[in-house]
């Protein structure tokens, strides 16, 4: 999923996480409010998610939050994309 650089929080679509079949925890605390256009962003559970960049060895842990219905199109007009090396990242 694609945010804006300048959001600190990490989202994750309820259909990705299926996919992934990552453990799953509920989530109880108040709705996010740093996401533009989605002022009051209420997650449904939080999945911890280890991962890695494509030809690596060194794994991250991250707990993302669950959402539903989350229209990332309106997102996509504000990244700019960015070069690393040889490739280009949105």
């Known amino acids: 999923m694609v945010l804006p650089f300048n959001v600190d929080v ?18 109880y605390e108040a709705a996010l409010t740093a996401i533009p256009g989605y002022p009051d962003l209420k997650p449904v559970e939080t999945a911890e998610v280890e991962w ?6 060194q794994t991250h842990r991250t707990t993302f939050h669950i959402v539903r219905d989350l229209d990332i199109r ?3 007009r504000d990244c700019t994309p960015q070069k690393y090396g040889n490739q280009e990242f949105r």
């Open 52 to 57: 890695s960049f494509c030809g690596q060895r």
């Open 10 to 27: 990490d989202i994750m679509c309820d259909k990705i996480y299926r996919r992934l079949n990552a453990l799953i925890q509920p989530y």
């Open 74 to 76: 309106q997102w996509r």
